[in-house]
């Protein structure tokens, strides 16, 4: 086929039909206009309300009011042309817009070459050479190795990650197992114990990519009872399978243990800080008095900017290391009925995603109580000035969570109406930094540091500069719009996979920056502190700003008042 076509048909298209015959050709393409901008952003960009540009392999074209190129295959098929080839398993388009995320696969090679048509193997229809949709059930059949296939990784990240959207991890591995071993069972001894041991490695592979990718899914008890009647299954088979086989449920047992201890470190520090809080809790007129009297604050503890941003980070890359890739989807999934029973789904929806949130509110807490807490207001300015060169180094380090922490406790209300405090700080270090993170146009500046990072951690030469620790509340917010403003099925029944290609792009990246080894030196003092002291609660704090710098008003009057008589009841 000519390749200029495509070109000449979009500028005959643009000439001549007409907005209704567009509209027509998205509904044939089982899309629209506006979910696209959400879906896919970075292959298509918005030239007006009815305009897309759409960037092939080749170069780009425009297709004034073509919502996607699945509606040229609706016209070439008017034009009489087709190209529809028919491929083996083995010769299906593997590549992805993120495959170069992936080390390539050990069983296959992709096949990259360009094709600008629609194609279907199977129930999966194919656009460009990418996975756009299926159905449910030839996904799965998509992730099942067999002697000469073996799925790119790229689709084995996304499948997993985005399927239990549709079915639980245990519904997957069992009907992955019973496609790799019990649907090719002929009944002759010799003959299943060849095709087991044949395929016995690359169903290791697959098994090893989930285990290591997605560990948390094994927590569910007949997610592990499965693994370890697979491994009975390629004993029959293959004895090096079955090794490789414990050495993998062994690697695992380790990871869920280290999960375990983490967790319970987690429940620990909550309860000591809970307990010191019980201890030192303020009330009535003598709060203020009572907490000022505690040895400790921030600056007998670190008074160097520098290593209390690199402690801060030392927490912040833990905490994330912890979180697993499913978190995300699992987050804002519906629960279902059979989630009662004891299994992942009931037991952990997203634990080590909640802790993270809670930590960003406790440092932006504790960043409010260490500037109420001096009762001089020059201490509590140095305290301020303090924070705000933690911010900046931050900002340096590329830890945005714990800079956005430290900006929100600074401009909470408690902190923002100390006047005479703020009058005697230098501010401009300040400005500077909330301009960074102004929320406005989308949280346009954030946005372009956080590239800025991205970019630098992509080409770094040590090991600090790999650092991205991104806003992660914002991250969030982004993840859950692509999910809520696309559908996850199409009008035909077919499972969206164009969303989740976007969608598993987004939490690979995540989990790039999450595998970074914190460079900084730890300073278990400090750690400690950061972790278990007391902050005060909102109404604490803000008792604690009014006794620093008293009520301007009576409304003001009055609300002291009334905190100081519910503190005292406590």
Known sequence: MDATLPNKIA???????????????CVVGGTSLPGLFLMAPSRFSQQSHTG??????????CASRLSFSLHVYAILRIFHVSTLLTFSRTRMPQTTPFAAKFTPNPYGSSHSHYKPVEESYGGLIYHDNNLVSGSLEALIQHLVPTVDYYPDRSYIFTFLLSSRLFLHPFELMSRVCYLCVEHHRVGDPQIDKKRIRDIAPKIVQLLTEWTETFPYDFRDERMMRSLK??????????????????????????????LGQYEESLVTSSTAAAAAAAVEKPGGVKAKQHVVRREECVLNVCDDPFILAQQLTHIEMERLSYIGPEEFVQAFAQKRPSDNHKSFFSKRRASNFEAYIEWFNRLSYLVATEICLPIKKKHRARVLEFFIDVARECFNIGNFN????????????????????WGKVNTDKFEILEHQMDPSNNFYNYRTALRG?????????????????????????????????CASRLPNGHINFEKFWELAKQVSEFLSWRQVICPFERD?????????????????????SYESEGPENNLERDTRRSLRSSLSRM
């Open 453 to 485: 990072a991205t970019q630098r951690s992509a080409t770094a030469h040590t090991a600090r500069e790999k650092i991205v620790i991104p806003f992660f509340s914002l991250f969030i917010k982004d993840i859950y719009f692509l999910n809520e403003g």
């Open 524 to 544: 278990r003092k400090t750690l400690q502190y950061l972790i278990s002291v007391s902050v005060f609660t909102e109404d604490e704090l803000q008792l604690a």
């Open 11 to 25: 500028r005959t298209v643009q000439r001549s039909c007409s907005p209704a015959a567009i509209r027509y050709f």
């Open 52 to 61: 897309l540009t759409y960037r092939t392999n080749n170069g780009s074209y």
């Open 229 to 258: 009647e697979m491994t009975h299954r390629l004993a029959f088979g293959d004895e090096l399978s079955r090794r490789a086989m414990q050495r993998l449920i062994q690697r695992l047992l380790r990871k869920l243990t280290i």
């Open 402 to 421: 714990s800079l956005m922490a430290i900006i929100t406790g600074m401009n909470m209300n408690p902190v923002s109406r100390l006047k005479k405090t």
